[in-house]
Nanobody, 121 residues
Framework: QVQLVESGGGLVQAGGSLRLSCGAS????????MAWFRQAPGKEREFVAA????????AYADSVKGRFTMSRDHVRNTGYLQMNSLKPEDTAVYFC??????????????WGQGTQVTVSS
């Protein structure tokens, strides 16, 4: 079992930046891919980005490609999502997950509690 805790959310103006962190505990964390999903009010949870266990690949939703960058640090057991050029439509609760690295939320068993990101226009 992996426990995940997100941090770094907040309120930012359009065009600004935030960096989300996902701290993990559990001996098997390094064996999992990591992913970020987000959920806006009234909408389904959607895929944002993923990174493999050994960082040899990353994947991004088209809506964030070129603006968001995902990384991870095995020494610190932490994953990151650097978000630049933020837009109001990026407003959502952001969740990190550990699992197979797929773009489908239902295949992940390990989730954090979420962190709110609000982008004002």
């Amino acid at each position: 079992q992996v426990q995940l805790v997100e941090s770094g959310g907040g309120l930012v103006q359009a065009g600004g930046s935030l960096r989300l962190s996902c701290g993990a505990s559990g001996r098997t964390f390094s064996n999992y891919a990591m992913a970020w999903f987000r959920q806006a009010p009234g909408k389904e949870r959607e895929f944002v980005a993923a990174i493999s266990w050994n960082t040899d690949w990353t994947a991004y939703a088209d809506s964030v490609k070129g603006r968001f960058t995902m990384s991870r640090d095995h020494v610190r057991n932490t994953g990151y999502l650097q978000m630049n050029s933020l837009k109001p439509e990026d407003t959502a609760v952001y969740f990190c997950a550990a699992g197979p690295g797929a773009r489908i939320a239902s295949v992940y068993r390990n989730w954090g509690q979420g962190t709110q990101v609000t982008v004002s226009s």
